[in-house]
């Protein structure tokens, strides 16, 4: 069964490095997100793309992040200069289409840790 | 502004109940609402998908209902079993957008 794969699972980083967690979305899927759920809270939603370009974003997603689409099948998420407060769970997901019908399917997910 | 709302916020049950967990959201002008299962430090598992335009869709002994215009919607669990405990989370998406507003989950727990 397809599905949304995410790498690394873990990664540790240092307070001010960049970091790029990596996303392959579902193969005909034409929407992408990116939400991140810091422990014990709710999932919140990031951003999402849709051809070719950011769709929507969150007050969450300032100028430290940015997202591309390199290739037909990445996704990333990079974050210019971590903080504490960024460590938490990120997930990638993917929708086949914009319709009402169209499940949200998501990743396993990066555990991101700011040290 | 969605606000999503899940009550209770945990559960533990017998195995072999009958459960409902329940969700809320303030605006009703959604597209869908989709229930997630999430096991501890994993993903979102995709459990049932509701249109707007349904009432509600059954897979197995999982079944849920939406009430749009009073901002509800139900999961029912039938003969739970230790294997369904987990994080159960309803996220629906607006009108306005195409992204998921998440409650903050039931957290269950099955006992033997």
């Known amino acids: 069964e397809p599905e949304v794969t995410q790498t690394p699972s873990h990664q540790v980083t240092q307070m001010g490095q960049e970091v790029i967690l990596r996303c392959v979305p579902i193969?005909?899927?034409?929407?992408f997100y990116w939400y991140r759920q810091i422990l014990g809270q709710k999932v919140e939603f990031l951003v999402s793309f849709y051809n070719n370009e950011i769709s929507e974003k969150s007050e969450i997603f300032d100028d430290q992040f940015s997202v591309e689409r390199p290739d037909g099948s990445n996704f990333t998420l990079k974050i210019r200069s971590t903080k504490l407060e960024d460590s938490a769970m990120y997930f990638c997901a993917s929708r086949e289409g914009g319709g009402e019908n169209t499940e949200a399917f998501f990743g396993q997910g990066t555990r991101l840790t700011v040290v | 502004k969605q606000e999503v709302t899940q009550i209770p916020a945990a559960l533990s049950v017998p195995e072999g109940e009958n459960l409902v967990l329940n969700c809320s959201f303030t605006?009703?002008?959604?597209?869908?609402l989709q229930w997630f299962r999430q096991d501890p430090g994993k993903g979102l598992t995709s459990l049932l998908l509701?249109?707007?335009?349904?009432r509600e869709q059954t897979s197995g002994r999982l079944n849920a209902s939406l009430d749009k215009s009073s901002g509800r919607s139900t999961l029912y669990i039938a003969a739970s079993q230790p294997g369904d405990s987990a994080t159960y989370l309803c996220?629906?998406?607006?009108?306005?957008?195409?992204?998921?507003?998440f409650g903050g989950g039931t957290r269950l727990m099955v006992k033997p």
């Open positions: 605006d009703s002008a959604i597209y869908n």
């Open positions: 509701i249109q707007s335009s349904q």
């Open positions: 996220a629906v998406i607006n009108n306005a957008g195409n992204m998921l507003t």
């Open positions: 193969s005909n899927h034409l929407y």
